[in-house]
């Protein structure tokens, strides 16, 4: 069982920047693929961006490229998302989640559909203001 608990979501003004932090309960985080999502009201979870489990794989989906960053520190049980030039398009909750596929490819499949991961945190309000 993996517990996951999201931090670091708030008010900020368009083109301004937040780190998201998501910790781990278990010492076997490293075990896991690990993804962000988000979801607006009204709208369906969309995927955000991915890590490997290592931290040597990363994706993310085209409306974030180049403005956020995930990253991971294993030995703090700690999952990140670094979000810069932050548009008001980014307002959603934002959720971190935990996969263990075979290969980071079959991960990033199950990315793909927010239905293929296997832990969920309960997310963390990121609100973006003209």
């Known amino acids: 069982q993996l517990q996951l608990v999201e931090s670091g979501g708030g008010l900020v003004q368009a083109g301004g920047s937040l780190r998201l932090s998501c910790a781990a309960s278990a010492r076997t985080f490293s075990n896991y693929d690990m993804g962000w999502f988000r979801q607006d009201p009204g709208k369906e979870r969309e995927f955000v961006a991915g890590i490997s489990r290592s931290g040597s794989g990363t994706d993310y989906a085209d409306s974030v490229k180049g403005r956020f960053t995930i990253s991971r520190d294993n030995a703090k049980n700690t999952l990140y998302l670094q979000m810069n030039s932050l548009s008001i398009e980014d307002t959603a909750v934002y959720y971190c989640?935990?996969?263990?596929?075979?290969?980071?490819?079959?991960?990033?499949?199950?990315?793909?559909?927010?239905?293929?991961?296997?832990?969920w945190g309960k997310g963390t309000l990121v609100t973006v203001s003209s």
């Open positions: 989640a935990a996969v263990a596929e075979a290969s980071w490819a079959l991960a990033r499949a199950s990315m793909t559909r927010s239905s293929g991961m296997h832990y």
